[in-house]
């Protein structure tokens, strides 16, 4: 397949940032060739990143993610340990069997620290996972810890920001992040923007700060959620740099842990 | 398959606006079920609707689309008929034996009055003819008539914007047009906006004119279309209203017509 058959890519790619608005476009039929970016950046802001980078902040030992609840399960069951704890969600709630849900305030230190978490949530762990296909370098963003994530973003030429959407579709508040992490690389060298690139950062252009009103955040507030709404708005609340690390050797094929500046 | 699971409709739809980023966002997976918006309206501003609403406004008696080169001369050698035109492109050039490309200027009153234009494309016509899946009510959009299109999308409740898109990825000129469309429904009524329509409307308002810079704006200058980009740009410089007509009792299945306001 030609690389102009690839959305975001018409010819040579060199200092570009592109975006995805949704894991669903790093499907099979979409995918450009392997590792063409150098680093990727994952945004799910309701909720699983946010929940990551704050857990991860807590003391949290690594992230595990899984695809699906089944996988979680029969990984938990295996391995069988107190430190072990399996989180997550569906439909933002949290599955039957499951120690904690996807909700980034019940990730505190009494509770996470020095703990491994095996995490499942509807789109950004799916998200997480396809990163790899597109950058063999995969990075998590938050609001929290957008300005530590860009410092190590910046050092890098051609950057793909992978948004986890909602089921398929683009989500308001991912692409916020994802213009905001735009604004902040531009602040610090030329990079040429993919289409989806400009118009997330026009987004966030004209939103200025985080507005938190699209569908999903809507639903999670339906659900009793306000809390996390408002928490994952904050910016810059963690200083951490959270990274997915692939494990060829090993029986976990990628973990997320606190990484160096 | 839930009406919760599509994608921007998470709860009760109405008075809403959605945009839908490309057509292939309208292939089986995340289709919602038939006829759920009132109507759709159709955008590929480089160059296929732009090129639609210009040969209907020059008068042309009708654009008949086709998704596949070989569907479109299989119609034409069957027909074999003075005026009817075997009209478009693939990758912006005119495929062999056909007698026009996409490019609008092509599509002058000498050339095209009363004569029945064949048309296939290679991101417009496929979305156009996907919009008949959401809704039975479809019209044409491009900055050239977007005012008199307005006008009538502003009678309708529940509006879909289907964006042809790059090749299955956003196009950044499309999406302007959508805010555009969006700005100027909400100052004639109240609409909610699902996620990608917020999205649209928010570049829209911070670019505030046709910023035509995005990939396949550079790829047709480069292809030598610098007047077509320039030409595509112009609001308002035409003001009919084109609609697509479904005919399930004839050898055509659709086609497009200028229609009263």
Redesign the interface.
Known sequence: MLLS?F??Y?YKINNQISVY?SHK?LNG??LPPNFLFEVSVVIDVLRATSTIVTALNNGAKEIIPFEEIKEALEFKNKINEKNLLLCGERGGIKPEGFELGNSPLEFTSEIVKDKSLILTTTNGTRAFLKAFKISNKVYIASFLNVSSTVEILSKYNNIAIVCAG???????ED?QLAGFIIEKLLSKKDYSL???A???Y??W???KKPDF????A??LIELGFQKDVDYCQNIDKISIVCEGIRQPQNLLKVKIIKTKI
Chains 1, 2 share one sequence.
């Open positions: 058959n959305p975001n018409s608005f476009e039929e979409v909602n089921n398929g579709s683009v989500s308001y692409t993919s289409d989806s400009k118009i997330a026009n987004l252009k004209s939103l009103t699209g569908e999903h809507k639903k």
